[in-house]
C-alpha cells in the first residue's frame, strides 16, 4: 500500500514497496506538485488514490531522470484517471537528456526492462511491458522556477551522474531537496547508464547548494542530510579516481570493482562497482568536450 508521511511543512514523501522509490509530493494553495510516478499503470492508480487522500488540488508532475521506477506511471498521473477524480492534462516537467530518451526510446528501454525483470517477477514485468509511455512535455534545460500555488519549486540540472538527465528539486521554503537517484541511500548507487567520472562533480554542486539543515529526500532510501550526501561523494570521488588510475592500465573491470567499497553491498553491490568501471572507461574515452 502507498501512503504518504509529511516530512517538512505540506511535503510529503510517500514509499513504493517493491524497489523503494520515493515519491515526492509538494502540496500549495490551488496547486500541487508531484515528484516521480512510479513503475506502472497499476502503481500509478495507487499513487492517484494516495495523493487524494491528501489533496485535491490539481498537479503538476516532475520526472527526476527517465528510469521506469520513476517515469512510466506519467500517463495515468497526468491525466488524473483513477483516484476518484475527473481527467486533467498534468504539465510533465524533465530535464531534456530524460524527455528525448522517453520519447524517442521509451519503447525501446521499456522492453529491454521488462526482460531483464521478467525472471525475477512476472507480474510486475507484465505490468511494466503494458503500460503507456508518456514523455515529459516541458523541458528543463539548466534550471526552472515553478510556482506551486504560492511556493517557489526550483528544478536545477547540476550535471551528469546517475543517468545523463538527472534533476533535483529544490523547495527552499522547506529547506528540503528531492535529490532523484543522484542520492541512494541503504543501497549501492545505480550505474548502469551513469557517468562515473563526473557524478562526483555533480554532486559536489549539489552539497554547495545544502545548508547545514537540509534534508534531502533520496531516489531510494531514508531522508538524510548533507553528511551522509558529503560521505557519499566522497566515495564516488575515490570510484572515479580508482577508474581512471585502472583505465591508464587496462584494468579488467571485476577486478577494479573487487577493490571498491561498494562490494559491502554484496553480490549487488559488486555488479553496480564493475557497471561503474565500464561506463567510466567509456566515459574517459568520450572526446573532451562531450564529456
Known amino acids: 500500500m502507498i501512503a504518504f508521511t509529511e516530512i517538512a511543512d505540506r511535503v510529503l514523501v510517500a514509499v513504493e514497496p517493491i524497489v523503494n522509490v520515493n515519491v515526492t509530493l509538494v502540496v500549495g494553495d ?6 516521480d510516478t512510479l513503475s506502472h499503470d497499476g502503481q500509478a492508480r495507487e499513487l492517484l488514490t494516495a495523493i487524494r487522500g491528501v489533496t485535491g488540488e490539481p498537479l503538476a508532475v516532475v520526472n527526476t531522470h ?7 506511471g506519467n500517463a495515468v498521473v497526468a491525466d488524473g484517471t483513477g483516484g476518484g477524480q475527473p481527467p486533467r492534462d498534468a504539465p510533465i516537467f524533465a530535464h531534456e537528456e530524460a524527455a528525448a530518451l522517453l520519447r524517442d526510446k521509451g519503447t525501446v528501454l521499456q522492453r529491454e526492462w521488462y526482460e531483464e525483470l521478467l525472471p525475477q517477477d512476472l507480474a510486475f514485468a507484465d505490468a511494466l511491458g503494458q503500460c503507456v509511455i508518456r514523455p515529459p512535455d516541458q523541458i528543463v534545460h539548466g534550471e526552472t522556477s515553478l510556482d506551486v500555488g504560492g511556493r517557489q519549486v526550483v528544478l536545477r540540472h547540476l550535471g551528469r551522474g546517475h543517468t545523463i538527465g538527472d534533476l533535483v528539486v529544490e523547495v527552499p521554503d522547506a529547506d528540503l531537496v528531492v535529490a532523484g537517484d543522484l542520492v541512494e541511500e541503504g543501497a549501492p548507487p545505480g550505474f548502469g547508464d551513469s557517468f562515473p567520472i563526473s557524478w562526483p562533480d555533480t554532486l559536489a ?8 539543515q537540509t534534508r534531502v529526500v533520496p531516489g531510494h532510501g531514508a531522508v538524510v542530510g548533507p553528511d ?3 560521505a557519499q561523494h ?3 570521488s575515490q570510484l572515479s579516481w580508482l577508474i581512471r588510475e585502472a583505465h591508464g592500465d587496462g584494468g579488467d573491470p571485476l577486478k577494479v570493482a573487487q577493490k571498491t567499497t561498494l562490494t559491502r553491498f554484496g553480490e549487488r553491490g559488486l ?3 564493475r557497471h561503474a568501471v565500464i561506463r567510466g572507461y567509456e566515459e574517459l574515452e568520450q572526446p573532451s568536450s562531450t564529456r
Open 66 to 72: 527517465h528510469h521506469y521506477d520513476h517515469a512510466f
Open 205 to 212: 554542486a549539489l552539497l554547495s547548494r545544502l545548508g547545514p
Open 271 to 273: 555488479q553496480e562497482a
Open 30 to 35: 490551488g496547486q500541487a506538485l508531484l515528484i
Open 228 to 230: 551522509f550526501v558529503r
Open 234 to 236: 566522497g566515495e564516488l
